[in-house]
């Protein structure tokens, strides 16, 4: 019954690895988002995306590229992991790019 | 009291006391503002959101304060409960732009 649904919630993995984290919402939203949250919960954003278009965060890396099947899906593909990308990433939706968004639980990277 | 240190400012209280955070906004052309709540281990939560055309909008046991000349927010919590334990964030945003999010205050009510 979740809104939105975050998966896995916990991800360790080894540096140089690739690795995907999935986000659903059954909202009806049509614009999704992936944030990063760091040690001091800052929360920056990576991305936004409608069926429209891709807003990216010119300071993310390209190592990080959103994937949307469909408008209820938004993954996080990161490649060639790195140490400095341990961070809790979190997806949200909203309708348009406007008003409350609707957080997932966050999922938790670690590099190692 | 409230302090500001190399981590997440912190604001502690006892129990039933009201609580006040504050945050400052960077943006003079934001046309919305929107208070958030995060627990520990769960993504953050609406709690009450204000237009810039308003300077006060009240919900339940929440008061946001609106102060463009000097680009300030405030949210107030009346009688303020364990429960209310948590980080607390304050974003704005205009027109179709994301939400840019503060750095957070962390609210520890003690029993």
């Known amino acids: 019954d979740t809104a939105v649904s975050q998966t896995p919630k916990y991800l360790v993995t080894q540096m140089g690895n690739d690795k995907s984290i999935k986000c659903e919402q059954n909202l009806g939203h049509d614009t999704m988002y992936w944030y990063k949250q760091d040690s001091k919960k800052f929360l920056k954003i990576m991305f936004s995306y409608n069926n429209k278009e891709l807003i990216i965060n010119e300071t993310v890396p390209n190592r990080f590229s959103p994937k949307s099947p469909d408008k209820a899906h938004l993954n996080l593909h990161i490649n060639s992991l790195e140490l400095g990308d341990s961070a809790v990433y979190f997806c949200?939706?909203?309708?348009?790019?406007?008003?409350?968004?609707?957080f997932g639980s966050g999922t938790r990277l670690t590099v190692v | 009291g409230e302090s500001v240190g190399l981590h997440l400012p912190t604001l502690s209280v006892q129990e039933g006391d009201n609580s006040i955070i504050n945050c400052a906004y960077s943006?003079?052309?934001?046309?919305?503002f929107i208070w958030y709540k995060q627990e520990s281990g769960k993504g953050p939560q609406f709690i009450i959101d204000i237009r810039s055309n308003m300077d006060k909008r009240q919900g339940q046991r929440v008061t946001v304060l609106l102060n463009k000349t000097v680009k300030h927010l405030s949210l107030q919590i009346a009688a303020t409960q364990p429960g209310d334990s948590a980080v607390y964030f304050c974003a704005e945003g205009s027109g179709y732009s994301t939400l840019t999010f503060g750095k957070g205050t962390m609210l520890l009510v003690s029993p």
């Open positions: 943006n003079s052309a934001s046309d919305y």
């Open positions: 949200a939706s909203s309708f348009d790019r406007g008003g409350g968004y609707t």
